[in-house]
């Protein structure tokens, strides 16, 4: 088993920044990638950032691409993600996934997920 705890959530002004990190603990070894997502109420899940544990490999929504930034610490086993110039539109709960061999935008091959953390931008 894995668990994955989020945090760094809370409520920000538009254009302002938040970091999310994602701690991992259990079984980390099989862990191949982590990914970020996001629903919004109403909206199904959406991708949002991926990094492949293999090769440290990064990847992007259109929607967030040069604005947020998924980094990791191999040594804390911890995942996160920084948002900038965030807007109305990214508020969302924002979920961590595990996935052991996958890095996409699909959410079904994540075998893991947190509990989410809310992320709440104003106007």
């Known amino acids: 088993q894995v668990q994955l705890v989020e945090s760094g959530g809370g409520l920000v002004q538009a254009g302002g920044s938040l970091r999310l990190s994602c701690a991992a603990s259990g079984r980390t070894f099989s862990i191949y990638s982590l990914g970020w997502f996001r629903q919004a109420p109403g909206k199904e899940r959406e991708f949002v950032a991926a990094?492949?544990?293999?090769?440290?490999?990064?990847y992007y929504a259109a929607s967030v691409k040069g604005r947020f930034t998924i980094s990791r610490d191999s040594a804390k086993n911890t995942v996160y993600l920084q948002m900038n110039s965030l807007k109305p539109e990214d508020t969302a709960v924002y979920y961590c996934?595990?996935?052991?061999?996958?890095?996409?935008?699909?959410?079904?091959?994540?075998?893991?997920w947190g509990q989410g953390t809310q992320v709440t931008v104003s106007s």
């Open positions: 996934a595990a996935s052991r061999g996958y890095s996409g935008n699909d959410p079904k091959p994540y075998n893991y």
């Open positions: 990094i492949s544990y293999s090769d440290g490999s990064t």
